[in-house]
C-alpha cells in the first residue's frame, strides 16, 4: 500500500496532471480527485507464470502514428517474436496530450497501462508524484537487467534522471532542435556557410532579401517556445528558471526569461518579423511548409523532422547547429532532448514488470536504437546505439542525423542545462507564446512581453508547487 505521504503525492498528481492535460488542449476527461488509488510499487521478478501457450500481455500507449506508428509496431513485433513469455500490445492514443489524460482517467478506473508514453513537457509533473510510477532504474534492478544512467547520451539522460541521478523513465523518442538551411538560397546570396551566431543569422537576412529572398528564417510552429527560449537556453548556458529550471526543487521557482539575452534575442526576432525576414503564424500553424516551399531559407525545427523535410523540399539542404548568442563564453553548451520517454505504471499485477523490463531493455538495446534512428530521424538515446550507428557508416552517408547528437552531446550538461523540471511547463509554454506572438506583431516590446509572460508564468509555477505540496 502507499504510504501516506505517497498517497497525497498521488492525489496531487491526479489534480496536477488533469490540469497539464487541459493545458495541452485535450478534450479526454481528468478532472481532479481527492482519492488517491492504492497502488503498490512492487516489481517482484516473475515466478514462473509465462509461458509460450499463454504469454502474457504488455500494453504499450503511444503516440506513434503514420510512418512513426509502423517502425514501432515493427519493433514490438520483432520482441513478440524473439520470446514467447510476454505479448507486447501497442495502442496508439492520438497526440501526446491525449496520451497523457487517457493515462490519467485510466490510472482514476484502476485500468492503466503497463507503459505509457509521456511527453517531455510531463516529466516534472509525473516525476513529482512518487507512487503512481515505477521508476525504471528500481525496474530494472529487481529484474536483473544491467541498467545504468550512464548508458544514455547526455542530453537524453539529464532531462529524466532524478536527484541522484538515477533515471525514473526510459528515453526513448528523443529529438533537438537544429538549424535547417536551403543551400541554394544561401549560395545564390554568396552565403558559404550556415550562420554560427544569432548576429550572423542577421546579417545573412540583409544578403538574402538583396537576392530577392525576403524570408530568412522560421522556427517551429507549436513549439518556437522550446527553440526559442528553453533550448535557447541550454545551447547558451544560461539559466532558464532558478532552482535549476526546477531540478533542485518545486519551490519558489521563477522563470529568467527577463534576463538580457533573452530579451535581446526576442527583440532581435521582432526586428527581423517587422521586415518580413523572419515568420511565424503561431502554435497552431505548421511551418514545415514555410521551409519545404522555399519561402523561408532557414528553419529551426526538431530533428525528428529530417525525414519529413527531406520528403518535401525540392531543393538541397543542410542541417547545423543552433546559432549561439555572439560573445558568450559559455556558448555552445549543450542542448537537451525533446520528444517522450516511457514510464511504468504502478498498481500492475505482480507478473507483469519482468516483461516491461525485457521490453524496455530491448528498446534501449544498440540494435533497436539503430533501427529506430536510421528509419525515424529521432536520435539514438543509447550510447551503444550511436556506436553501433557509426560501425554501419550510418552517419558517413548520413551527416545531417550526426548533428543532433553532436548538439546533445557537445559538452556535459551543467547544473541548469539538464533540462527543464516545471509542473504545468505546457501552460507556461503557452503564455510564452502569446508573449512572442505580442512582439513579432509588435504589439509589445521584447522586454514587456517577456515581462508580463514571467509574472504569469511564475504564478502558474506556484500553482502547481501548491498543489504538488497539498
Known amino acids: 500500500m502507499l504510504s501516506q505521504s505517497n498517497k497525497k503525492k498521488t492525489t496531487a498528481l491526479i489534480a496536477s496532471l488533469g490540469f497539464l492535460a487541459a493545458a495541452c488542449g485535450s478534450t479526454a476527461s481528468a478532472t481532479t480527485s481527492t ?38 509496431n515493427n519493433l514490438v513485433d520483432q520482441f513478440n517474436a524473439s520470446q514467447g513469455n510476454y505479448k507486447v500490445v501497442a495502442v496508439y492514443k492520438g497526440p501526446y496530450a ?20 509521456i511527453f517531455d513537457a510531463g516529466t516534472a509533473t509525473i516525476m513529482d508524484a512518487q507512487g503512481a510510477y515505477v521508476p525504471v532504474y528500481k525496474l530494472m534492478k529487481e529484474n536483473n ?25 526510459m528515453p526513448f523518442n528523443s529529438s533537438t532542435p537544429v538549424l535547417y538551411y536551403n543551400k541554394t538560397e544561401l549560395a545564390n546570396a554568396g552565403i558559404t556557410t550556415p550562420p554560427a551566431t544569432w548576429s550572423q543569422v542577421q546579417a545573412d537576412a540583409d544578403l538574402l532579401a538583396q537576392k530577392g ?64 525576414e523572419y515568420v511565424w503564424n503561431g502554435t497552431s500553424t505548421s511551418t514545415v511548409p514555410l521551409f519545404t516551399n522555399g519561402t523561408c531559407a532557414m528553419y529551426e525545427q526538431s530533428s525528428a523532422s529530417l525525414t519529413t523535410i527531406a520528403a518535401g523540399a ?20 549543450n542542448t537537451v532532448v525533446g520528444g517522450a520517454s516511457m514510464w511504468v505504471m504502478a498498481g500492475q499485477p505482480s507478473n507483469t514488470y519482468a516483461g516491461d523490463a525485457q521490453f524496455l531493455q530491448f528498446l534501449k538495446s544498440p540494435t533497436t536504437q539503430s533501427y529506430w534512428a536510421s528509419h525515424t530521424g529521432y536520435v539514438p538515446v543509447t550510447k551503444a ?11 558517413a552517408s548520413h551527416p545531417n542525423d550526426l548533428v543532433a547528437v553532436n548538439e546533445l552531446n557537445n559538452k556535459p550538461p551543467t547544473a ?3 533540462g527543464i523540471r516545471l509542473g504545468y511547463l505546457p501552460e507556461v509554454r503557452a503564455v510564452e507564446a502569446s508573449a512572442i506572438a505580442d512582439i513579432l506583431s509588435g504589439k509589445q516590446t521584447a522586454q514587456a512581453a517577456l515581462a508580463s509572460a514571467r509574472t504569469q508564468g511564475n504564478a502558474i509555477l506556484q500553482q502547481f508547487a501548491a498543489q504538488y505540496n497539498g
Open 35 to 72: 482519492v488517491a488509488k492504492s497502488t503498490t510499487t512492487t516489481t517482484e521478478p516473475l515466478t514462473g507464470n509465462a509461458n509460450a501457450s499463454n504469454p502474457i500481455t504488455i500494453t504499450v500507449w503511444t503516440a506513434f502514428s503514420g510512418v512513426l506508428g509502423q517502425t514501432f
Open 98 to 117: 491525449t496520451v497523457l489524460a487517457d493515462t490519467i482517467a485510466a490510472y482514476k478506473a484502476n485500468a492503466a497501462p503497463n507503459i505509457t508514453q
Open 145 to 169: 537487467i544491467p541498467f545504468s544512467t550512464s548508458e544514455f547520451i547526455g542530453g537524453a539522460a539529464s532531462y529524466y534522471e532524478n536527484n541522484q541521478g538515477n533515471l525514473d523513465s
Open 213 to 276: 529572398q525576403k524570408c530568412a528564417l522560421t522556427s517551429s510552429g507549436a513549439y518556437v517556445m522550446w527553440t526559442d527560449l528553453e533550448e535557447f537556453a541550454m545551447w547558451n548556458g544560461l539559466q532558464y528558471a532558478t532552482n535549476n529550471n526546477g531540478y533542485s526543487s518545486i519551490n519558489n521557482v521563477s522563470l529568467n526569461i527577463t534576463a538580457q539575452p533573452f530579451v535581446d534575442h526576442m527583440a532581435m526576432l521582432g526586428s527581423m518579423a517587422q521586415k518580413g
Open 314 to 333: 525540392q531543393f538541397p539542404f543542410g542541417v547545423a547547429p543552433l546559432p549561439t548568442v555572439d560573445g558568450s563564453n559559455s556558448a555552445p553548451q
Open 385 to 395: 546505439g550511436s556506436q553501433l550507428l557509426g560501425q554501419q557508416n550510418f552517419y
Open 416 to 418: 541548469y542545462s539538464k
